[in-house]
Nanobody, 114 residues
Framework: VQLQACGGGLVQAGGSLRLSCAASGSDFSFAVMAWYRQAPGKQRELVARITSGHSTIYTDSVKGRFTISRDNTENTVYLQMNSLKTEDTAVYYC?????????WGQGTQVTVSS
């Protein structure tokens, strides 16, 4: 089982990025999938989560700016990030929980410059 995240990079404040995370090795269509992030010196935090039925939750700091979505036929979860702020700078990790087992991707760096 592998989660492969991509789409990070360097962007100016106010810009946009779209992260993707493809799951392989198992069917994740019934898994709860999420994006977490970890900034330097801080704990990893939940950014957004989406169920198999497409119900979503967001941490307050990204509400109205970020959108999580998924394509169950492709076993892929996305994070559209708009109006990026410098405080969004972090390593972003995708996560999947299936049958109470958690899987993590390798992380992708997002850097927002002022």
């Amino acid at each position: 089982v592998q989660l492969q995240a991509c789409g990070g990079g360097l962007v100016q404040a106010g810009g946009s990025l779209r992260l993707s995370c493809a799951a392989s090795g198992s069917d994740f269509s019934f898994a709860v999938m999420a994006w977490y992030r970890q900034a330097p010196g801080k704990q990893r935090e939940l950014v957004a989560r989406i169920t198999s039925g497409h119900s979503t939750i967001y941490t307050d700091s990204v509400k109205g700016r970020f959108t999580i979505s998924r394509d169950n036929t492709e076993n892929t979860v996305y994070l559209q990030m708009n109006s990026l702020k410098t405080e969004d700078t972090a390593v972003y990790y995708c996560n999947a929980v299936k049958y109470q087992t958690a899987y993590w991707g390798q992380g992708t760096q997002v850097t927002v410059s002022s």
